[in-house]
């Protein structure tokens, strides 16, 4: 078979097996997760040591340090994904829920009954959990799944996957209904983008490019996981040991994922007094933070760091792209703003609608700004980066969805299930 | 302005509107709707006259029987236009609810809020009515209306959409929520399938092409509304006589929708038993039907057919095209099949997704059908005319999905939102 035949051919084999995944009961679907755990726990060492081989050629290659982060298994993340599976056993089966029922006049009685999507494809970059966190969800979802990692992480994936497919085929998923694409060809893999017949879904986790570019090109729906471009904004009437605190937080604990903050927005009238405390905070902690300052804030920063901090240097002026960019790193845009809504204005504008937060003590401003910020989660008074699965209490997550139709915000397993009405009558027919 | 300026111009003032409009309170709304209704009934006259020139045209043009009654308007059919604005009134207004909510060890409290979609363009072909179903539930849902009709209705919808936007502005909508595409340039519409900065949602509905074409180009996710191949399966252990009610009622009783029946499965050890009723019913009752039945039906059939109504001819072969046809026409496609499986997978290959019907006595054969065929309505003993939002208690619809993510079936004003995350803290931070 020829390499456009065999990737046809596991696309249509997932499909088949889909059809089978619906009568899968919810003790198999478990006894499938605990088997793919023990066998992943069991083989850490040959995991590891294939993920090595991909993190030596992405050091050859010269990837960025933060892509390598994300790249890197260790005994402690392998140990992560197998208790992500054993906790998955632990969810109710969304499968067959009946979200609403209606009998009407007539005696029909119509079942809006939870049912899963079929075939969902995903296409990710370096981090090789996803290829477990998806197999996991998507098999307790009733889904069949197709993935296709990046080539950065091909030896790690490949490794997972079969390891997976093995334990899971062993303990009665239907065979097929786990498919690894091995192509590395992206002609080829454009192509299955326009089988809707077959696939019903694509979840693209990646770089915006990779996510426009699936957008543009696919027939099939998409359920895009984009970038977190997150703000913060500090009202005049913040609680400003509060308001440092979170910013440290939201910019610092892990910089490289997408509900980490990007750009603050301070209002004018606590600037001065927020910024001092802002930079005590950085020095008396040694932060290294880069600071890319509006031409305003930038003049506040650099008179009070000589005072403060006279050694610091990582303050620059930033630019226009500095608004629009998901840095992922140490670096963090500051803008000054002069009320709320010029607040709201700049998030409507340079925002990705993912996480937004707004730290006030003013109640009505508050509600304002969380009703007004069209974002998939929006804060008052916290971290943007709680905005994941585990905090918002679903157990586990595929990603985080910035798009507003199907799912926005964590995608967990019901987020993965479609819906069908089930109807029972005695004759009925329409007058 | 040019053309396209004009056409961009009004996606924009569509986007800045829908903004606007999660401030609408539910008192607002409703005004405005009544509003609409008030205008659209004092000037009927007037839209007829509009309507008359559509259908004249329609008829010089040769557009077929069924379409020009899909493109008429009649005094009646306006006042049920209205009927539907005054009802949609009646609806709980959707924006705000809680769907969920969850606080946190840690005390945050995490609540998963209805929100409008934003702006959504819908492509409509023929019926006039769509443009002020659309408009009344979009504005019920809070969101903002991009309207696209046929060349064909281009009179009908003109009238429709500028009394509407005029008693929507005067009473409280925000000025450019609704947007009428008056151009008829399909290459310059095209280019707004690839603003997805400014429209949420795109909903195709009309012919299958249509939807196909629209699917490959836009950028922009689409809810399809798409073909209604439906199918009935007579399972061995059919009531004969309900089963022959059914069918009669599924195919002749509205011919033209897409939840109409078009392809018949009867099980081998019951096909004479049900031939001889249905051929019965058909002679007795003057039902003039075509039927285009496989070879073995085709043989019973006829035979059948000389001995009960030697005078009916419209017994043809089926070919294999016949499967895959909407005939939405008083036509009728005939199976004969040796068990369930075979008509699950029949239906699997040939179905759109729609709604399909068992008839059977047999409840176990039942549930296997009504788990296994993956439609948005699947029914036991009832005819498939019941798909339809006011059937279902949606109050209302914009339409059916056949597709699975975001919303399947009849989709209301709940179908045309999204949700967001609010999140109150007092001052959490990630460990």
Redesign the interface.
Known sequence: MNEKDLLFQQVINAKNAS?QM??LTNETKNKILVAIADKIEKNIEDILFRNGIDIEAGKNASLSRHFIDRLSLTEERIKDMVEGLRNITKLVDPIGEILDT?I?ENG?K?EKKR?P??VIGIIYEARPNVTIDTIALCIKSGNAIILKGGSEAMNSNHILSKLAIEAAEENGLPIGAIQFIESANRELFAEILNL?KFI??IIPRGSQEMIEKI??IS?I???KHGKGLCHIYIDESA?IK?AV??V???KT?RPGVCNSLETLLVNRNIAEKFFTEFLKYLTENKVNLELRACNESFDILTKMNKAISPDMKNILMATSEDWDTEYLDMILAIKIVGNLEEAINHI?IHGSGHSDSIITENIEN?EKF???V??????????T???DGG???LGAEIGIST????A??PMGIKELT?????????????K
């Not at 069209?374 to 971290?383: C, F, L, Q």
């Open positions: 059809k619906i009568n209606n009407t029909l119509i049912a999507i079929g809707d019903d879904a957008s543009e027939k729906p998409i359920i609680d509060m605190d979170i440290i937080n939201a604990q409507t508050a969380l009703k007004l069209d974002s998939a989660a929006v804060y008052h008074n916290a971290s980066r709680f905005t905090c918002f209490g798009q507003k139709l199907h926005r915000g479609s819906y069908k009405f089930v109807i029972h009558g005695n004759g009925q027919v329409r």
